[in-house]
Each structure stands twice: as structure tokens, then as C-alpha cells.
């Protein structure tokens, strides 16, 4: 069975910092992704990594959050500092068959169930 598992949400101060994990099973994929989404807004995203470690982020993250990869253990995490209010959403971990940059939720195959973060002011 081919799945997503994400871990390590939760509630920090602004200015704190998070780690997000994502673990996959059932198969090893291209082009990985974190993408979130906030109450009445649509899924957003945030960064992408190839298979071979390229990455692209959202401006809104950029230079404070930072994703990698361990494809012998099928991992995926996200460190992100510098936590801001806006980042409050919940966070998807995102696999794709495809390779590349990927940004569009529709190019993605696989999704996790979510993992809540909540920055507060």
C-alpha cells in the first residue's frame, strides 16, 4: 500500500521553528512536495525536491525554511524558522511519480493525511 505519513506539527511561538517529517511506503517516488493550506484558502505551495536533491520554494518561505530528502529511508523533512503567524495552516507532504519542479497540487500522486501547525503571535 502506497502512503504518506507526516509527523512533528504543532503549536510554536513567532519566531520559533518546527521540524516536519514525511515517511513514504509502498514504493519510492520522483519529485517530493510540502504544501499547506489555511482555513478558506486553497492549497498552497510551499517547496518542492527532485530525486537528485533540487529544490524551489515559495517566496513566502524562502530563506527560512528548508526541505531535504533521504531516499535510502524514503524521507522527507522540512525545518522551517523563523515561524510566522501566516504560516499557520495544515501541512501536506505531497509525492509525484513525475520529476522536476512540480507546483501544482494536480501533479502529484500521493498525498499524507496532514499534520497541523499553529504559530502564535
Known amino acids: 500500500q502506497v502512503q504518506l505519513v507526516e509527523s512533528g506539527g504543532g503549536l510554536v511561538q513567532a519566531g520559533g521553528s518546527l521540524r516536519l ?32 536533491g533540487l529544490t524551489y520554494y515559495a517566496a513566502s518561505v524562502k530563506d527560512r525554511f528548508t ?9 522527507m ?11 499557520t495552516a495544515v501541512y501536506y507532504c505531497a509525492a509525484a511519480r513525475g520529476a522536476g519542479y512540480l507546483w501544482s497540487p494536480n501533479e502529484y500522486n500521493v498525498w499524507g493525511q496532514g499534520t497541523q501547525v499553529t504559530v502564535s503571535s
Open 21 to 52: 517529517s514525511c515517511a513514504a511506503s509502498g514504493r519510492t517516488f520522483g519529485t517530493m512536495g510540502w504544501f499547506r493550506q489555511a482555513p478558506g484558502r486553497e492549497r498552497e505551495f510551499v517547496v518542492c525536491i527532485t530525486w537528485s
Open 67 to 75: 526541505v531535504s530528502r533521504d531516499n535510502a529511508k524514503n524521507t
Open 77 to 87: 523533512s522540512l525545518q522551517m524558522n523563523s515561524l510566522k503567524p501566516e504560516d
